[in-house]
């Protein structure tokens, strides 16, 4: 079956520096992947989307790369500041399987 | 403003006792969902529609049943609750099925007593 992984539970960064989160996926070809914010006892929040043909994608202090040979997302925060803090989760097509999430805590 | 809205925010219920949530969307999207979330866990989908058309996961319990009146509203009936289905409830709309992004609500919290 489709299984999706985020390595990190946590990670801890200072503020200012680029936070770098890892997705891995098996059992699965996805024409795209997409990355969501989730904020303690609140709804996911879409970020972004990216496809099988994107190599990368930005928005605004936030790149995703998606490399379909390695079954890998990264996703970057640069200039990272404490309102980032939150936990971010990768998602599957279809209808959306989601990855358990890495918790980003940005420190002053 | 567009968005989804759940209520309630938080519900409380006995064991055993019917509960209904309700979800409602002004984006006027053609799919919703319903996940339940556990404490540091992934939402996981339970169902969703499509238009009028209904879409259960295969390891949703049957204890779980969902309406959809209308474009705008899905409603979330756990007939029989135990204490392991207290959770968050996400009510979530997109689009389409594919390539869309999905929209969330706030959630309703629900404890089981």
């Known amino acids: 079956s489709q299984k999706i992984e985020q390595n990190s539970e946590a990670l801890n960064i200072q503020e200012g520096k680029t936070a770098t989160l890892t997705c891995n996926y098996t059992n699965y070809s996805p024409a795209y992947l997409q990355w969501y914010r989730q904020d303690p006892g609140r709804g996911p929040v879409f970020l972004l989307l990216?496809?099988?043909?994107?190599k990368e994608k930005r928005k605004e202090r936030l790149k995703v790369t998606f490399d379909t040979t390695l079954k890998q997302s990264l996703f970057h925060i640069t200039a990272s500041q404490p309102a980032d803090s939150a936990t971010y989760l990768c998602a599957l097509p279809d209808k959306l399987i989601f990855g358990t999430g890495t918790r980003l805590q940005v420190f002053p | 403003d567009a968005m989804v809205i759940q209520n309630p925010r938080y519900q409380v219920t006995q064991f055993g006792k019917p509960v209904t949530l309700s979800c409602s969307q002004t984006?006027?999207?053609?799919?919703m969902y319903w996940y339940q979330q556990k404490s540091s866990q992934a939402p996981k989908l339970l169902f969703h529609y499509y238009d009028k058309d209904f879409n259960n996961e295969a390891d949703t319990p049957d204890n779980f049943q969902s309406r959809r009146p209308n474009t705008s509203f899905c409603f979330l009936d756990i007939r029989s609750p135990g204490l392991g289905d207290a959770a968050m409830y996400l009510c979530?709309?997109?689009?389409?099925?594919?390539?869309?992004?999905?929209?969330f609500g706030p959630g309703t919290r629900l404890t089981v007593l």
């Open positions: 984006l006027n999207h053609n799919v």
């Open positions: 979530a709309t997109s689009r389409d099925i594919v390539g869309e992004a999905q929209y």
């Open positions: 990216i496809r099988e043909n994107e």
